[in-house]
């Protein structure tokens, strides 16, 4: 059993995947990106932080265990996308990945009687979309509280031309780096 600091349902769907038995914390947290800090510092940076704070959390309240922390971000010409605050901001963020490429970096943090991170980093190819087609999607309320405002599990797929590295990292959650960290905490996995 291990503690998921994460609100997000998608990482649960892709940690259910492993068949990892976890609890839920809800840890809240500064994500503003510090002054000049890489977009792999930054999202490594989250991931660990989220991963201490739950551990801080459960520290003589619950029986420990390892707490898992991620976070994802979208990156395209160095600007770091996160998580559109309305549909002026995803509307943006669409319109600059539209036909183009971008990274999504996606960490993920162990923490227990050691911490240990991994960092995937995945590229997406996005068709050239329309207006028309960004305002639609938004409508659906999908690019909410989704790095880059886009779900590639989604109604997105279908911008989405080629996508190079981990659809599960994508998605929010690497699952083969987040294997690796469990097995080497010795957590015995399906």
């Known amino acids: 059993m291990i503690y998921l600091a994460s609100a997000s349902p998608r990482r649960r769907e892709l940690l259910d995947q492993l068949g990892v038995a976890y609890e839920l914390l809800h840890v809240p947290l500064d994500e503003t990106r510090l002054p000049g800090e890489l977009p792999e510092a930054y999202v490594n940076r989250l991931a660990l932080a989220k991963a201490h704070a739950g551990w801080h959390e459960v520290a003589g309240k619950r029986r420990l265990q390892p707490v898992l922390g991620a976070d994802t971000a979208v990156v ?71 790095a880059g405002g886009y779900a590639v599990q989604g109604q997105a797929a279908m911008f989405i031309e080629r996508l190079e590295g981990s659809y599960s990292g994508v998605m929010g959650l690497p699952l ?11 957590l015995r996995l399906l």
């Not at 600007?79 to 600059?96: C, F, I, R, T």
């Not at 083969?176 to 010795?186: D, K, R």
């Open 176 to 186: 083969f780096e987040t294997a690796n960290l469990l097995q080497s905490a010795g």
């Open 76 to 146: 395209c010409d160095g600007e770091v996308y996160g998580k559109p605050a309305d549909a002026a901001q995803a509307e943006a963020m669409l319109g600059h990945l539209s036909g183009r490429s971008h990274r999504v970096l996606s960490a993920v943090a162990l923490v227990g009687w050691r911490a240990a991170s991994a960092l995937n980093v995945s590229t997406v190819y996005f068709r050239r979309l329309t207006s028309a087609e960004i305002r639609a999607y938004i409508a659906t309320g999908e690019p909410f509280g989704k």
